[in-house]
T-cell receptor
């Protein structure tokens, strides 16, 4: 089963609005990763967060890792139609990399 | 570089049939893995391998076998297909393994079991 929980499961936004997805774990994580999957496509790696309280930015995307390393968020500023897709967080336990259920983002132009 | 190549892209099977999903990577990655993705669900890990000759079970290994005779190839075998195995299957590889978190995915194989 899923060992990291993602919320919300779905999100509709108007183009230009902001969007945030959250990833929560009951246990402390060594690191966390974020992936994006376009409709009909395959997951593509976005970023890895390792340090407590870490914040990283990629253009309009801001990734945060919680101080306790049990949660993370992905925030998109001023969404565009190209942001449409499902965003997954993932964690590793030993040699296993497992994924959350994902947040599906839909953007109305 | 082709990256991670999966074949076939689409397959329809009857219950009880067997088949092999092929996965090959040309990036010299030691770590390879197989996931299945069902509608509305995330990716679930089936099997993984940290190098040639080494395989291990993931979250949902029942009904699937794997082998890793070379660094490049990591086939997934369905021994006796069941409708519950209808899914999209993704193969992925990584240079640094699960610790780096950066997996490169193939384009997927869509399997339907009737």
């Amino acid at each position: 089963g899923q060992q990291v929980m993602q919320i919300p499961q779905y999100q509709h936004v108007q183009e230009g609005e902001d969007f945030t997805t959250y990833c929560n774990s009951s246990t402390t994580l060594s690191n966390i990763q974020w992936y994006k999957q376009r409709p009909g496509g395959h997951p593509v790696f976005l970023i890895q967060l390792v340090k407590s309280g870490e914040v990283k930015k990629q253009k309009r995307l801001t990734f945060q890792f919680g101080e306790a390393k049990k949660n993370s968020s992905l925030h998109i500023t001023a969404t565009q139609t190209t942001d449409v897709g499902t965003y997954f967080c993932s964690k590793n336990a030993g040699n296993m990399l497992t994924f959350g259920g994902g947040t599906r983002l839909m953007v109305k132009p | 570089n082709a990256g991670v190549t999966q074949t076939p892209k689409f397959q329809v099977l009857k219950t009880g049939q067997s088949m092999t999903l092929q996965c090959a990577q040309d990036m010299n990655h030691e770590y390879m893995s197989w996931y299945r993705q069902d509608p509305g669900m995330g990716l679930r890990l089936i099997h993984y391998s940290v190098g040639a000759g080494i395989t291990d079970q993931g979250e949902v290994p029942n009904g699937y076998n794997v082998s890793r005779s070379t660094t490049e190839d990591f086939p997934l075998r369905l021994l006796s297909a069941a409708p519950s195995q209808t899914s999209v299957y993704f193969c992925a590889s990584s240079r640094g393994g699960a610790a780096t978190g950066e997996l490169f995915f193939g384009e997927g194989s869509r399997l339907t079991v009737l």
